[in-house]
């Protein structure tokens, strides 16, 4: 996940960290200045390299489903034609503000895997990326 979201996840508290036990990369030009709280220091890294490195570092770590996360990082996989399926999760809660998903993506075609809804409103797509 890109730094931004990191930090805004943190900010939730250690009660709602979503990741379980998962290891998490944050995505940063500047590594040295993302602040990792000491109880995700087990699990979390900072790592500043190009999405198809990170995607080959993955691999290379036996990974074989990776988890975007954040506007901006994103839109740079996408850029690099790193993502295969995007699963997109609507919330019903108006921010009012951030980064948009996909202001500065390539033309896409998608195909339609399926689309679930959950008791707490949150309505989730699964679509393939036709490359």
């Known amino acids: 996940m890109g ?3 990191f930090d805004q996840v943190i900010s939730f508290g250690d009660d709602l960290w979503p990741y379980g036990d998962r290891q998490v990369w944050i995505w940063s030009r500047n590594p040295s200045v ?13 790592v500043s390299a190009a999405p198809n490195e990170l995607m080959r570092m993955a691999q290379q770590k036996g990974y074989r489903h990776v988890y975007i996360d954040g506007g901006t990082t994103i839109q740079q996989f996408l850029h690099q034609d790193c993502i295969d399926d995007l699963v997109l999760t ?4 108006l921010l009012g503000g951030g980064i948009p998903l996909f202001l500065k993506t390539p033309r896409l075609s998608l195909e339609h895997a399926s689309t679930k809804s959950y008791s707490n409103g949150l309505v ?6 036709k490359h």
Do not use: C, D, G, M
Not at 34 to 46: F, T, Y
Not at 124 to 129: C, E, F, G, K, M
């Open 34 to 46: 993302v602040k990792i709280p000491q109880i995700r220091s087990n699990n979390a890294v900072a």
């Open 3 to 5: 730094r931004k979201t």
């Open 90 to 93: 609507r919330v019903p809660l």
């Open 124 to 129: 989730q797509s699964h679509y393939l990326v």
